[in-house]
């Protein structure tokens, strides 16, 4: 009976999960270097249709939500809202920007990636 309750609340907390962004740019570097992962910067803007397939479609596969759970801190900036730091330029939404727990950029992928080629590119830049 106990191993039923677990794996149902394993489950229902697999239907829950989403992805984890952090709140700004330096609270994405902070736990970056805790945690000893690499920083995934989405750039994007509101009515972006590239950057809402990536939000509802890529972000909700499952191995996709483990692979950047498992290696980054994602943060995601809007343009038009939220500073952009220098150095992390566009041009056109969503840029994805890759970065150390130092915010050194290592890699830049620009545009939006169905599910396989998104997860060749997080593979890319991972620790």
Same mark, same amino acid.
């Given at each position: 009976?106990?191993?039923?309750?677990?794996?149902?609340?394993?489950?229902?907390?697999?239907?829950?999960?989403?992805?984890?962004?952090?709140?700004?740019?330096?609270?994405?570097?902070?736990?970056?270097?805790?945690? !000893?992962?690499? @920083?995934?910067?989405?750039?994007?803007? *509101? &009515?972006?249709?590239?950057?809402?397939?990536? #939000?509802?479609?890529?972000?909700?596969?499952?191995?996709?939500?483990?692979?950047?759970?498992?290696?980054?801190?994602?943060? !995601?900036?809007? @343009?038009?809202?939220?500073?952009?730091? *220098? &150095?992390?330029?566009?041009?056109?939404?969503? #840029?994805?920007?890759?970065?150390?727990?130092?915010?050194?950029?290592?890699?830049?992928?620009?545009?939006?990636?169905?599910?396989?080629?998104?997860?060749?590119?997080?593979?890319?830049?991972?620790?």
């Amino acid at each position: 009976m106990g191993k039923i309750i677990l794996a149902l609340s394993l489950l229902a907390s697999c239907a829950l999960a989403e992805l984890k962004w952090a709140p700004s740019y330096d609270a994405a570097l902070a736990q970056a270097k805790k945690e !000893h992962k690499n @920083v995934m910067v989405m750039l994007s803007k *509101e &009515g972006c249709p590239a950057c809402d397939y990536m #939000t509802d479609v890529v972000f909700e596969e499952k191995m996709v939500m483990s692979d950047v759970a498992k290696s980054y801190v994602p943060v !995601h900036l809007d @343009v038009h809202n939220d500073f952009i730091p *220098e &150095g992390l330029g566009y041009i056109g939404t969503p #840029t994805f920007h890759f970065l150390d727990a130092t915010g050194k950029k290592i890699g830049r992928y620009d545009g939006a990636a169905n599910v396989p080629n998104f997860m060749g590119i997080l593979g890319k830049y991972k620790k």
